[in-house]
């Protein structure tokens, strides 16, 4: 099965484009999501899709971090095509969670995505990108003060602002698409797979996730 790689345009556009960092747990990448995507794309940004491996938020959502960052790739290759060479220019995914948790030897807030990201810019140019530093995108829900919402989560909000990186705030696509009334309507037995794009819908299937029945007993082997 083909799935995105690493956007070989990436050096152009991170330089000419401002860059913006799109993260999420994607449990499962739903088209609210893929709405989302769509959108920071039409205002000009070169985007950086990066799945979560996880945080104490979420812990219905906590299938596998293999699991979701797999649909994650289906699903944008359904939506737009595969990234890079062969789909939209302006678009990549990157498992920056996976390098740094190894390095930072902690949970990964977004200010050390963005320390990353931005490290790379300046490795990869003669000076600095003509858009400015990299940003974060949030939607609407996520308050900027420093902490998810009904967690004790630090975020690394605070540092984002003092350090210049900055917020993207994006409209409210995921009003009525959510991924915690996906998982409710999987385990309920009601509709839900018109909610998520087709090849999320049969993989969610295949491997039998928030609680579906698999279809097959072999499950699908996963690569690290």
């Given at each position: 099965?083909?799935?995105?790689?690493?956007?070989?345009?990436?050096?152009?556009?991170?330089?000419?484009?401002?860059?913006?960092?799109?993260?999420?747990?994607?449990?499962?990448?739903?088209?609210?999501?893929?709405?989302?995507?769509?959108?920071?794309?039409?205002?000009?940004?070169?985007?950086?899709?990066?799945?979560?491996?996880?945080?104490?938020?979420?812990?219905?959502?906590?299938?596998?971090y293999l699991d979701r960052r797999?649909?994650?790739?289906?699903?944008?290759?359904?939506?737009?095509?595969?990234?890079?060479?062969?789909?939209?220019?302006?678009?990549?995914?990157?498992?920056?969670?996976?390098?740094?948790?190894?390095?930072?030897g902690a949970p990964v807030m977004?200010?050390?995505?963005?320390?990353?990201?931005?490290?790379?810019?300046?490795?990869?140019?003669?000076?600095?990108?003509?858009?400015?530093?990299?940003?974060?995108?949030?939607?609407?829900?996520?308050?900027?003060?420093?902490?998810?919402?009904?967690?004790?989560?630090?975020?690394?909000?605070?540092?984002?602002?003092?350090?210049?990186?900055?917020?993207?705030?994006?409209?409210?696509?995921?009003?009525?698409?959510?991924?915690?009334?996906?998982?409710?309507?999987?385990?309920?037995?009601?509709?839900?797979?018109?909610?998520?794009?087709?090849?999320?819908?049969?993989?969610?299937?295949?491997?039998?996730?928030?609680?579906?029945?698999?279809?097959?007993?072999?499950?699908?082997?996963?690569?690290?």
């Open positions: 099965m083909t799935v995105p790689v690493a956007n070989p345009r990436a050096p152009f556009y991170m330089r000419e484009r401002q860059t913006v960092i799109y993260g999420g747990t994607f449990g499962p990448f739903h088209n609210g999501h893929a709405a989302a995507v769509h959108w920071l794309l039409c205002q000009g940004y070169y985007v950086i899709v990066v799945p979560s491996i996880g945080h104490e938020g979420k812990p219905e959502s906590m299938v596998s797999h649909m994650l790739y289906l699903g944008i290759a359904y939506v737009f095509g595969i990234v890079g060479m062969h789909g939209h220019p302006r678009l990549d995914i990157m498992t920056l969670e996976e390098r740094l948790l190894v390095q930072v977004a200010i050390d995505m963005l320390r990353d990201v931005h490290a790379d810019m300046q490795a990869m140019f003669d000076g600095p990108p003509v858009r400015g530093l990299p940003k974060f995108a949030v939607g609407p829900d996520i308050d900027p003060s420093g902490k998810r919402p009904g967690t004790t989560m630090w975020t690394g909000y605070p540092e984002i602002i003092a350090e210049g990186y900055g917020f993207v705030e994006m409209p409210p696509f995921q009003a009525e698409i959510h991924g915690t009334d996906i998982r409710r309507r999987i385990l309920a037995g009601e509709l839900w797979e018109q909610l998520v794009p087709s090849p999320v819908a049969k993989y969610i299937k295949f491997r039998g996730l928030y609680g579906h029945s698999a279809s097959v007993r072999q499950w699908l082997p996963l690569a690290a």
